[in-house]
């Protein structure tokens, strides 16, 4: 083992570049589905939050995506580990599945909203701060990154070392006071926009009024990307909302052209992204969908996300399985079912351990020139594919591919068999005929 050790010693640490710190946050097509990897972490039972409050607020005239969350908060070994790339100790708690894997969402989802990241977390009689930033590796030419933290303890909030100790031994504190010339807080407010310590504790004190155990983590992101010198993230239109500027009325078109006849409105149903997929442009409609069966409450700038239970919403509704190739490979439900007004989104919603990865995916009928089953929702938990890192899409490959023809199958079945009914003449011949719908809800 001895021989072992003295082996890797020898080895030299494989570095990361700062410049991979933005180009993992690409993987990210939109900033949806990053504002996602940072309400995971809080969902995740490692940390098990019961509630997520996002906000847009200015700090020291500076505007700051804020994520803060009532959860088990972080002591400084685990910051660590959020702040780097590929530790992931997540797992399951009975039927609460970990949606994180791959120790890198923080990372590719705060890089991907702003440039730079404040962390600050509470748990216990323990305060840390962490900034990983973008900003203060480009102006102190690092060539690999740096992470300044620090841990302090409570009541007196001196900073602390970890000792490189383990904080999970029992009887064991690997904590020490730190001389009072240490550099890390000053470096920290340097670069971030919490200029003074006082700060910090006001913020520690937020994060602590959220939970009776006072633990909790705040994240505070800035140097937000913009859009032809707006931000990204808009809040004009509703300021209980972040609208994705890419898609906004000018790029749309005019909704009341769009809805001139009968038969434009249906072709361009099948096209429009406002219309259709409406989780790709309000914050909120994708909150609201984000998990299957909601755990936490999710609150957006100071209103709560009303939180949809799909399958109960849907009108004419029906179970069907579906069995994925293999030998000892449970049957997965599926629930079909029409949207209750017209106009409404549609198509599948695919699901991955409770959390959303594909949404409104059109599938058998619904493809074809003139769609069919428009207004047909199909839900699946789909635990047997495998996402991509993201959580945006599934890997593809011929199980994927499968799926979907099949899926697509059974909501063709469906759609035929709520618009058919079958009839007896009076000779007692059957016949099938075609059905009204049920009139649509107001």
């Given at each position: ?17 700062p ?38 607020e ?88 740096k ?22 031994t ?116 994708y ?92 839900v ?27 899926l697509?199958?059974?909501?063709d ?30």
């Open positions: 083992m001895s021989q072992s050790a003295a082996s890797l010693s020898e080895f030299a640490d494989s570095k990361i570049s410049a991979y710190l933005y180009s993992n946050s690409t993987s990210h097509k939109g900033p949806f589905s990053a504002v996602a990897e940072l309400i995971d972490n809080a969902y995740d039972p490692d940390c098990n939050a019961t509630s997520m409050h996002i906000d847009l200015k700090i020291n005239g500076k505007p700051c995506l804020m994520f803060t969350d009532n959860g088990n908060g972080m002591n400084y070994q685990t910051m660590h580990h959020m702040m780097s790339f590929g530790y992931s100790s997540k797992a399951d708690v009975g039927d609460h599945k970990a949606v994180g894997r791959y120790g890198n969402g923080f990372k590719s989802g705060s890089m991907r909203l702003g440039k730079d990241a404040l962390v600050l977390s509470r748990q216990d009689d323990l305060e840390s701060v962490g900034l990983l930033s973008q900003t203060f590796l480009e102006r102190t030419k690092a060539d690999t990154v992470v300044p933290m620090f841990t302090w303890r409570l009541p007196d909030r001196e900073i602390i070392s970890t000792d490189g100790g383990d904080v999970q029992p009887g064991s504190d690997p904590y020490r006071k730190l001389p009072a010339t240490n550099s890390i807080l000053p470096v920290i407010l340097k670069y971030s926009p919490l200029k003074t310590k006082a700060e910090i504790i006001k913020h520690m004190n937020d994060i602590a009024s959220l939970s009776e155990a006072g633990n909790g983590t705040r994240i505070i992101i800035f140097n937000l990307r913009l859009n032809d010198g707006q931000l990204e993230l808009d809040t004009d239109k509703d300021r209980h909302d972040f609208v994705f500027r890419e898609f906004n009325e000018e790029e749309i078109g005019d909704r009341s052209v769009m809805l001139a006849s009968k038969a434009a409105s249906r072709q361009r149903r099948s096209t429009s992204t406002f219309q259709e997929n409406p989780i790709r442009t309000s914050l909120r409609e909150c609201a969908v984000l998990y299957l069966k909601p755990r936490m409450k999710i609150s957006l700038l100071g209103k709560k996300v009303r939180t949809r239970f799909i399958t109960k919403e849907l009108l004419n509704s029906l179970s069907d399985s579906y069995k994925p190739l293999g030998a000892g490979r449970a049957a997965t439900r599926i629930t079909f079912g029409r949207v209750r007004k017209r106009g409404d989104p549609y198509g599948m919603m695919m699901y991955h351990n409770n959390r959303l990865i594909e949404g409104y995916v059109r599938i058998g009928g619904q493809k074809k020139a003139v769609a069919e089953a428009v207004g047909v929702v199909g699946i938990d789909c635990t047997f594919l495998q996402p991509t890192h993201n959580k945006q899409e599934f890997n593809g490959g011929q199980e994927y591919s499968k799926c979907l023809t099949a697509g199958r059974k909501l079945t469906y759609w035929f068999n709520i618009n058919h009914r079958v009839q007896k003449d009076i000779y007692g011949n059957e016949k099938v005929i075609k059905a009204p719908l049920p009139d649509d809800d107001d």
